[in-house]
């Protein structure tokens, strides 16, 4: 199960801090990404971590968003600065087991998802 939380309304240039509270599986093997929806648009990957902690991220976010995770307690996090209204979406948590390719933003290697979190940037 994938619990996502910290959405919320903030103003542009302001930041927040979405966390992903993962149980029923071995989190510290497996893949995790954030995911974006925004009204209209498909889903986008903008961060992934892998268990060791090896990072990537979407060009529209890089610099300004980090990702991380906390293997010891289970936990997922994305924090987000300097937002702009581009950056308003549903924020998913996402895990994947196994990705042959290695750590990557595509969302279609994503096997579990959490329910969202809205992010409003306004």
């Known amino acids: 199960q994938l619990v996502e939380s910290g959405g919320g309304l903030v103003q542009p240039g302001g930041s927040l801090r979405l966390s992903c509270a993962a149980s029923?599986?071995?989190?510290?093997?497996?893949?995790m990404s954030w995911v974006r929806q925004a009204p209209g648009k498909e889903r986008e990957g903008v961060a992934a971590?892998?268990?060791?902690?090896?990072?990537k991220y979407a060009d529209s976010v890089d610099g300004r968003f980090t990702v991380f995770r906390d293997n010891t307690k289970n936990t997922l996090g994305l924090q987000m600065n300097n937002l702009n209204p581009d950056d308003t979406a549903m924020y998913y948590c996402?895990?994947?087991?196994?990705?042959?390719?290695?750590?990557?933003?595509?969302?279609?290697?994503?096997?579990?998802w959490g329910q969202g979190t809205q992010v409003t940037v306004s």
């Open positions: 029923g599986f071995t989190f510290s093997t497996y893949y």
């Open positions: 971590i892998d268990g060791d902690g090896r990072t």
């Open positions: 996402a895990a994947a087991l196994r990705i042959p390719s290695g750590l990557t933003l595509d969302r279609g290697k994503y096997r579990y």
